[in-house]
């Protein structure tokens, strides 16, 4: 079975037989991009995209045998490309405030793939990031730039 197979029954199952499926592969990467009705896109990308990444999970656990070395990476109605954007424009206006008063601060919970958004984002914008902390309880923090002993609170 394929990956677009089983994306196709999956979603058949969860009420969805008209979604289109398209899946690109590239050296590191499969990347498996949705489109479903948009009347039903919360359904199934959830809550801060919880459902969408419990999908990507079953998916990359799934054929992590075929993978190999390859991330998966699944995104419906081009919600991962939207949250995203969101996700690096905050890093930004995070960074500024940063460089401006000195003080580090921690950013909301992100997920590990918008936490390494962040990390490259902020790469070279004069600050330094770290994240710290277990499971869904790790946190990103961002430091001026020579700072990494000031915690924030």
Same mark, same amino acid.
């Given at each position: 079975?394929?990956?677009?197979?089983?994306? $196709?029954?999956? !979603? &058949?199952?969860?009420?969805?037989?008209?979604?289109?499926?398209?899946?690109?592969?590239?050296?590191?990467?499969? #990347? &498996?991009?949705i489109r479903v009705p948009e009347?039903?896109? +919360?359904?199934?990308?959830?809550? =801060?995209?919880?459902?969408?990444? +419990?999908?990507?999970?079953?998916?990359?656990?799934?054929? =992590?045998?075929?993978?190999?070395e390859k991330r998966i990476s699944?995104?419906?109605?081009?919600? #991962?490309?939207?949250?995203?954007?969101?996700?690096?424009?905050? &890093? !930004?206006?995070?960074?500024?405030?940063?460089?401006?008063?000195? #003080?580090?601060?921690?950013?909301?919970?992100?997920?590990?793939?918008?936490?390494?958004?962040?990390?490259? &984002? !902020? #790469?070279?914008?004069?600050?330094?990031?770290?994240?710290?902390?277990?499971?869904? $309880?790790?946190?990103?923090?961002?430091?001026?730039? +020579?700072? !990494?002993?000031?915690?924030?609170?």
């Amino acid at each position: 079975m394929t990956i677009q197979d089983y994306l $196709e029954q999956a !979603l &058949a199952h969860m009420g969805c037989e008209n979604a289109e499926i398209t899946i690109e592969e590239d050296e590191q990467t499969i #990347k &498996a991009t949705i489109r479903v009705p948009e009347e039903d896109s +919360g359904m199934f990308i959830g809550r =801060r995209g919880e459902t969408l990444t +419990g999908l990507q999970r079953i998916v990359a656990t799934t054929f =992590r045998d075929q993978l190999g070395e390859k991330r998966i990476s699944v995104d419906i109605n081009e919600y #991962k490309v939207r949250r995203g954007d969101a996700v690096q424009q905050m &890093a !930004l206006e995070v960074a500024e405030r940063v460089k401006e008063s000195g #003080k580090p601060e921690t950013l909301p919970q992100l997920s590990p793939e918008e936490r390494r958004l962040v990390h490259m &984002a !902020l #790469k070279d914008a004069g600050v330094v990031t770290q994240s710290e902390g277990e499971g869904i $309880e790790r946190r990103l923090t961002v430091f001026p730039e +020579g700072n !990494l002993d000031a915690k924030s609170k």
